[in-house]
Structures are given as C-alpha cells and as structure tokens.
C-alpha cells in the first residue's frame, strides 16, 4: 500500500475516490499539514498501490486502512473521504466505533440506490470499454461546464496520462464494490461529529442522498456548497473547503 504521511499532531486520516489517489488532496494536505498529522493512502489499485489477488470490497478497503493505522500505532483519528471513501470511512467507523474521533463525508452515499446502481452501471461499462470511455463519461458528472471549459488543455492531459496508467481492473472492482455496499440503515449508531459535505448540482451523489445521510447520523451537520457538483476541490472552492475544515477541527 502506498501512503504519505506529514506534518504533526491531531491525525487527519484522507481517503480518496474512484479512479483518483492520494494526490487528489494535495491542497488541503499543504495547508493542513502545518497544524494536523496528515496520512494520506492510495486504495487498492489506485495510485500505487497494488491490487492484490483478494476479492474486493469497501470490507477490504477498511481492513487495508486499519492494517495502516495498526502499523503506525494510531488507535484514534479523524477520518475524511471524498466518495468512494466516505463510504470506506462510514463502514470503518462502524466496524471501529473506538478508533474514530469524528467523520467528514464529501459527495458520498451510505448505499447504491437504485439511481446510484444505474451510474455505476454506466461507469462499469464505459471501463470496460476504455479509461478514455470512463473519463468522457465521468468528467461532465464531477465537473461543472465553465470548469471543463477553462481547463480544457489539462484535462486532456490528465486523461491521456491516466489512459497510459490507471488499473482499469481495479477500477471496475471498485465500482462492483460500491454497487454492493449497504450500511444505510446503520448510520443511526455513528456518534462521533460528522460534517456532510455536498455539491448542489451533484449527478453521482445526489443532494437528496446527502440530506437523508445527515438527517440518520445524530451529531452531524450538512454544508451546501453551490456552484460544484460531484468533485469539491475545485478552484476557489478549495479554500473555502480548508476553511470548512479548520473551522469543525477547532
């Protein structure tokens, strides 16, 4: 498994999405890490880390992330995930109540509902046939017009990198993983501090899924955010997300 690990202090544990690695919180890992312990993972086959021969799902993520946290002897911290992994952090702090100081669960989902399986669906056969089919897919889902507009010349270089060295295999296991994932009538038991992040114009995670999560997890806060959709790191709105952070870590 790959990770990366900065600064010192309270330990921010950042757990990325689908198709994306540790690199995807490079803004906030920079500012954060002057104040917080930041220990960053690549998933399964995400990144660099190797996709292994076990059978896939958010399970094996959590028992990954846990083998992590045994191995640096951190028994307690806070966890943020940005889609796929905010459902791996919902199933960790479920299964290890004791070792989580609080939740911060950006564009994510409890269970793959029927509107969410037929996106997955989507994505598993646009993977199946191409990264560059996912990406052409996905890119409108995550990003609003304007921003695709005005970064046209690096997305294109992104997706041509991401062609020649992304784990397509990995990447299908992973949507199967999430299409398998249920742990919405459990979200009742979460009682640590939980912070909801959500993009109104979201298509993936939908706004209604994010209001239902915060409404099941007794100490927990929704915040809007209104010109993003599915990916919040984007532009300016990545120092309003730091300041989002900062303000829920004090």
Not at 25 to 33: D, G, I, N, R, T
Not at 131 to 146: G, N
Not at 163 to 172: F, G, L, M, P
Not at 219 to 228: G, K, Q, T
Request: aromatic content about 10%; glycine content about 4%.
């Amino acid at each position: 498994m790959n990770f990366k690990i900065e600064g010192n202090g309270r330990p921010l544990v950042f757990i990325h999405g689908l198709s994306d690695s540790l690199l995807y919180w490079e803004f906030l890992a920079s500012h954060l890490k002057r104040d917080y312990q930041i220990i960053r993972m690549d998933l399964r086959g995400h990144g660099e880390s190797y996709l292994g021969n076990d059978e896939v799902n958010i399970d094996l993520y959590v028992s990954d992330l846990k083998n992590l946290l045994d191995d640096l002897n951190l028994d307690n911290v806070d966890l943020i995930g940005f889609s796929l992994g905010g459902a791996v952090a919902l199933d960790f702090s479920l299964k290890y109540p004791e070792n989580v100081s609080s939740l911060v669960l950006m564009s994510s989902f409890s269970k793959s509902d029927e509107y969410l399986t037929n996106i997955f669906t989507q994505f598993k056969d646009a993977l199946k046939n191409s990264l560059e089919d996912f990406y052409d897919l996905i890119l409108p889902m995550v990003l609003c017009p304007e921003v695709i507009d005005d970064n046209r010349e690096a997305l294109d270089q992104i997706r041509e990198f991401a062609s020649k060295t992304a784990n397509t295999d990995a990447y299908i296991k992973a949507v199967d993983a999430c299409m398998e994932f249920d742990v919405d009538d459990s979200l009742s038991k979460i009682e640590v501090p939980t912070l909801v992040m959500s993009g109104k114009y979201d298509e993936i995670s939908l706004l209604s899924s994010q209001k239902t999560i915060q409404k099941k997890i007794k100490n927990s806060e929704l915040i809007v955010f209104d010109n993003v959709k599915h990916n919040l790191l984007v532009g300016k709105n990545n120092e309003r997300v730091l300041e989002v952070l900062e303000k829920f870590y004090s």
